[in-house]
Every structure is written in C-alpha cells, then in structure tokens.
C-alpha cells in the first residue's frame, strides 16, 4: 500500500518552456500533497505543500508564479514549471501524506528529473 | 536554528560488516523522526518512523534508535543490495505535516 506515482519520470525541455509534472497517490486519497527539489549531492528541500481544494502553501524562496500548484483531486496534485530556464533544472519529488499506524508518514513518488537547455 | 547531520557522508563496507549511521538533529521540539532509503535516481522509500527517546524499530537487517539528541540506524551483516543512499528528516512539534526538515545523507556502498 501506499503508493504514489509521477509522471514523466525524466523530461528536458527547451528554455523559456513550460512543463507539468503529475503526482498521482495510487492506492490511497491524499488531502496534503508536498513538492520537494533536489540538486545533486544536496538534502531534499520542500518547495511547497499542496492542499486539495484550495490554494497551494510556497515556502520561503519559492517564486508561486513560476511553480504553479493545482491539487484538483484526492488523488492528483500537477506542479507546472513556467518559463523553465537551466537554473530549474532539477530532480522533482512529490510525496503525499497518509496515516500508517495511527501516525501520518510521507510516501514519496519515483521523482521526476528536469532538464532544461 | 533547526538542523539535521548525518554523518558520516559516505561508508564502504565489506558484505558482512556491520556499522551504523548517525543522524544527529537540533530542533525546536520534535515531532517524529523519519529514515528513508534513496537509489540513485529514485524517490526516497520510506523504513522507519521514531517518536520517543528510548524506542526501536528493526526492519530485516536494519534497525533503528532514538534519544533526545540523535537516531542511529544500525545495519547487521549487510549485503550489496543495501547499498543506496539513507536519509534521516525530523518533523517539527506544531508544524505542518511537510515540514520534513531533511539531512544530506549517508551513502552506503556495500562490497560482495
């Protein structure tokens, strides 16, 4: 149990292009989906959290009209790069929250990998 | 300033040679501490969640410890397949569910 996809797994784009990566929770309903970067050799860094039905949450630094956020479902949460430029290149993680033995655990999904020239 | 080290950044091992990883953590408050298993370019799988001093928990060769300051994740006898990156992430008392506040991590290179 507790599965959570992403697609695409690896997408390079021109610059100046935008790109929509999908989080899918499989196999249970996610309220709180969460979006993650990571550069190489680097910890995991949230970028946002993404509340089904209302407005995603963008932590400090994270530029919301660049990495748009629409979680339109229990089970689905999209972020969209805009004008992706290299700088954005990036390993993206979505994880979705869920209740495993009385305690909330994140799963994450397989990660999608940017590359932008 | 919360804060997690994990160290060391990297351990080779022969197959067979057990060790253990540190994960020491500075926060304000915690809420529960979390170790994960990365292969390279995958998303982090999930192993252990800690929510006390004192507690364990153990997963086939692996096995995981808490105290107030830090979290060891021991491995016994370990073989290649245990070879990927571990990471440790602490939640904060009173913060949102992502606010996973996440170490560099330790990769672990296990020799046959």
């Keep these: 149990g507790a599965v959570v996809s992403q697609h695409p797994s690896w997408v390079i784009c021109k610059s100046g292009t935008s790109v929509k990566i999908e989080c899918r929770s499989l196999d249970f309903q996610a309220t709180t989906m969460f979006w993650y970067r990571q550069f190489p050799k680097q910890s995991l860094m949230l970028m946002a959290t993404s509340n089904e039905g209302s407005k995603a949450t963008y932590e400090q630094g994270v530029e919301k009209d660049k990495f748009l956020i629409n979680h339109a479902s229990l089970t689905l949460s999209t972020l969209t790069v805009t004008s992706a430029h290299p700088e954005d290149s990036s390993f993206y993680i979505c994880s979705a929250g869920a209740v495993a033995g009385g305690r909330d655990t994140q799963y994450f999904g397989p990660g999608t990998r940017l590359t932008v020239l | ?112």
């Design chain 2, 1 to 112: 300033e919360d804060q997690v080290t994990q160290s060391p950044e990297a351990l080779r091992l022969q197959e067979g040679e057990s060790s253990s990883l540190n994960c020491s953590y500075t926060v304000s408050g915690l809420r529960g501490l979390f170790w994960y298993r990365q292969d390279p370019g995958k998303g982090p799988e999930f192993l252990f969640t800690l929510y006390s001093a004192g507690e364990e928990k153990e997963k086939e060769r692996l096995k995981a410890t808490l105290t107030k300051k830090e979290s060891f994740l021991h491995i016994t006898a370990p073989k290649p397949e245990d070879s990927a990156t571990y990471l440790c992430a602490v939640q904060k008392r009173g913060g949102s569910q992502g606010n996973l506040i996440f170490g560099k991590g330790t990769k672990l290179s296990v020799k046959p």
